[in-house]
C-alpha cells in the first residue's frame, strides 16, 4: 500500500440523516480495480433521493457522490489501460454482469445486477475511492477537476436524455438545474431552439437559462408561445408529464430524464393521443460517457460550479434540495496533510 492508512469521508450510516464526516480506512483496490485519489466530486439529485429515502437500495453505510474526478494513485492486478497519475472520471455506473441480455445487446444500463457509485459501491464524498478501471473514463485536459465533476452524471444523463428526444428541434427543459444546463450548451451547439420552464417566478433560473441559449423562458405551468417537438423533464414532479405532453406537437416525445419522480397525476386520453410518447431515461451505458466525453470539449460545454468543501456536504444537499444553487455543486476533500503528500495534481 501507498499513501495514508485512513482517510475522511462523509458516511450516510440510515436515509433521512445528515451524512457524517468521518475517519475511515482507505479502501485497497482489488483485481482490475484502481485506488483514485479524488480531486473533485459533484452532487447530484440522485445523491439527495439516496439520503432522503426515495432510493432504497443503497448499501449501507456508505460514501456517496458518482461524479468524481480523480488521479489513479495505484493499480490492481489485471487493469490494463489505467497508470498511477491518470486523470479519470467515475461515474454512476459502477459495474455491470457483462452477460446477461442486456448487457449483451449494448443496454448495460439496464442490467439487472448492475451496480451503482455511490449507492451500492463507496463513492466520491471522500479523500479516496476504488473503482473498477473498465468503468472509468478519460478526462479531457480542457476542464480543470471541478468544472469536469459535473459531466459525469449532469453531463451524460442529460445527454442520454438529449439522445432520448430524438432530432426535435424545438426542445422544451423542465427543470433549470445541472442537467439542464449542460443539455441546454449541447442543444445550442446542435442547432436546436430551447424553451426552458422553471418553477414558477424562479427569476434567477430564467436568467439562467436565457444565459445559455433559451429564446423562451416560462414557469412550468404556462405553455411555450408554439408546440414542442420535444420536452425533456429533470425536475422530480410527475405533474410535468402530462403539462409537457400538453406542450409537444402530434408525434413528439416527452423524456423523463430523472431516476425518481413524484406520482404522475391521471390525465385524459386525449393528452396522450396521436401518436406522443413517453420514455424515460435509467442510468448510462459506458458508451454514452465515451460519446458526451468526446463531445463536451467540442462544444466547449461549460459547467457553471459552486465548490464546497467535503464536509459541507450536508449544506450542499440542502441548498439542492431547497433549489438554491445555480449549476452544480462540487465538493473538495478537505485539505490533510496526509493526503497532500501523495499524487500531484
Ligand atoms: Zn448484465
Ligand atoms: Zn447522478
Redesign the pocket.
Known amino acids: 500500500m501507498t499513501g495514508p492508512a485512513h482517510m475522511h469521508a462523509m458516511v450516510l450510516d440510515a436515509p433521512h440523516h445528515d451524512l457524517r464526516y468521518r475517519t475511515i480506512a482507505r479502501p485497497e483496490p482489488g483485481p482490475g480495480q484502481v485506488l483514485v485519489r479524488v480531486s473533485a466530486c459533484a452532487v447530484?439529485?440522485?445523491d439527495l433521493h439516496v439520503v432522503d429515502g426515495d432510493l432504497t437500495e443503497p448499501a449501507l453505510p456508505i460514501v456517496p457522490g458518482?461524479?468524481i474526478v480523480g488521479h489513479v494513485v495505484e493499480a490492481g492486478e489485471e487493469v490494463e489501460r489505467l497508470f498511477p497519475g491518470d486523470r479519470v472520471g467515475i461515474p454512476?455506473l459502477g459495474w455491470t454482469c457483462g452477460h446477461c441480455a442486456y448487457c449483451l445487446s449494448g443496454q448495460e444500463n439496464l442490467c439487472p445486477d448492475a451496480r451503482f457509485t455511490g449507492y451500492q459501491i463507496d463513492g466520491g464524498y471522500a479523500e479516496y475511492t476504488v473503482a473498477d478501471a473498465r468503468y472509468c473514463f478519460p478526462i479531457h485536459g480542457h476542464y480543470t477537476d471541478a468544472g469536469a465533476a459535473p459531466l459525469l452524471?449532469a453531463g451524460l444523463?442529460g445527454y442520454r436524455s438529449l439522445v432520448m428526444a430524438g432530432d426535435a428541434e424545438r426542445l422544451g427543459v423542465y427543470g433549470f438545474g445541472a442537467a439542464a444546463h449542460i443539455v441546454a450548451q449541447v442543444a445550442r451547439f446542435q442547432g436546436r431552439r430551447l424553451f426552458a420552464f422553471t418553477r414558477k417566478g424562479d427569476s434567477a433560473a430564467q436568467a439562467f437559462a436565457m444565459r445559455l441559449g433559451a429564446e423562451w423562458v416560462g414557469g412550468s405551468d404556462q405553455m411555450p408561445p408554439e408546440q414542442l417537438d420535444a420536452a425533456i423533464i429533470f425536475a422530480p414532479v410527475g405533474s410535468l408529464v402530462p403539462a409537457a405532453l400538453r406542450a409537444i406537437r402530434p408525434g413528439g416525445t416527452v423524456v423523463c430524464g430523472g431516476i425518481h419522480m413524484s406520482d404522475i397525476p391521471a390525465f385524459p386520453y386525449d393528452d396522450l393521443w396521436r401518436e406522443k410518447k413517453i420514455i424515460s431515461v435509467a442510468n448510462l451505458t459506458r458508451r454514452d460517457g465515451e460519446e458526451f466525453l468526446e463531445l463536451a470539449p467540442k462544444v466547449p460545454v461549460k459547467t457553471e460550479i459552486e465548490t464546497f468543501s467535503m464536509d459541507q456536504a450536508n449544506e450542499a444537499l440542502r441548498r439542492l434540495r431547497d433549489g438554491e444553487l445555480t449549476g452544480a455543486a462540487v465538493l473538495m476533500p478537505n485539505p490533510s496533510p496526509e493526503a497532500a503528500a501523495g499524487t500531484s495534481c
Do not use: G, Q, V
Request: net charge neutral; glycine share 0%.
Open positions: 447530484c439529485r440522485t458518482h461524479e454512476w452524471c444523463i
